[in-house]
């Protein structure tokens, strides 16, 4: 079974400009969490979807950042435009249930560094 | 709001040596506590969990860690490290279904 993959594994943007961050789950899982970790700071909650539909958001830092997952499948999330605080690992992590402590399997993250 | 603290953002040892990651968490009225370990150039991996049940949990690799509801700690122990082990490793609680997570401890297992 294959696990959570994110793509780019990094992407190097100018400020202003626009990325788009991708994350396939683990096919079957419901559940799609996107995390971010700025330097020297915690991993830190953005958003859950449940299927298509955005379940919790209130870990978005502000209205640049926007996610989807049409069709329930993989999400994307796009920052537009990019700032230089924007920089840092976004993590994508799938679990299967909806009970709230089931397992999050995490892909390898996606390193953004806006300069 | 939930919080986690890892107080050592690094720690060196030697191999076959024992280890202690130390993790604490704000009180809460129920816990569930994780532990994530990152190898490098990987993704995060979840190694154990507590939800209930036995204080002490222990993963596949020879790791355990104690859920102290006193002291409000769930410290990560391995009594013999490996150079495989060299990773970071994240203190996590669960908080209305998301992850928190705490800064992080790279432990660095030296021959």
């Known amino acids: 079974e294959a696990g959570v993959t994110q793509f780019p594994s990094h992407s190097v943007i100018e400020k202003g400009q626009t990325v788009t961050l991708r994350c396939d789950p683990i096919?079957?899982?419901?559940?799609l969490y996107w995390y971010r970790r700025v330097m020297g700071k915690e991993i830190k909650f953005l958003l859950h979807f449940v299927k298509e539909s955005k379940q919790d958001e209130s870990g978005m830092p502000n209205n640049r950042f926007l996610a989807e997952r049409t069709g329930g499948t993989y999400s994307t999330l796009k920052v537009q435009p990019a700032e230089l605080e924007d920089s840092g690992v976004y993590f994508c992590?799938?679990?299967?249930?909806?009970?709230?402590?089931?397992?999050?399997?995490f892909g390898p993250g996606t390193r953004l560094t806006v300069l | 709001a939930q919080s986690v603290t890892q107080l050592d953002s690094q720690v060196p040892v030697f191999e076959e040596a024992p280890v202690e990651l130390r993790c604490n968490y704000s009180?809460?009225?129920?816990?569930?506590l994780f532990w994530y370990v990152q190898y490098p150039n990987q993704g995060l991996q979840l190694l154990l969990k507590?939800?209930?049940?036995?204080?002490l949990v222990e993963s596949i690799n020879g790791f355990e860690a104690e859920f102290n509801k006193s002291q409000t700690s769930f410290h990560l122990r391995k009594p013999s490290v490996h150079i495989s082990d060299t990773a970071e490793y994240f203190c996590a609680v669960i908080e209305q279904g998301n992850l928190i997570f705490g800064k992080g401890t790279k432990l660095s297992v030296k021959p």
């Open positions: 096919s079957g899982h419901d559940n």
């Open positions: 009180s809460s009225v129920s816990v569930y």
């Open positions: 992590a799938s679990s299967r249930g909806a009970w709230r402590v089931d397992e999050q399997f």
């Open positions: 507590y939800l209930s049940g036995s204080t």
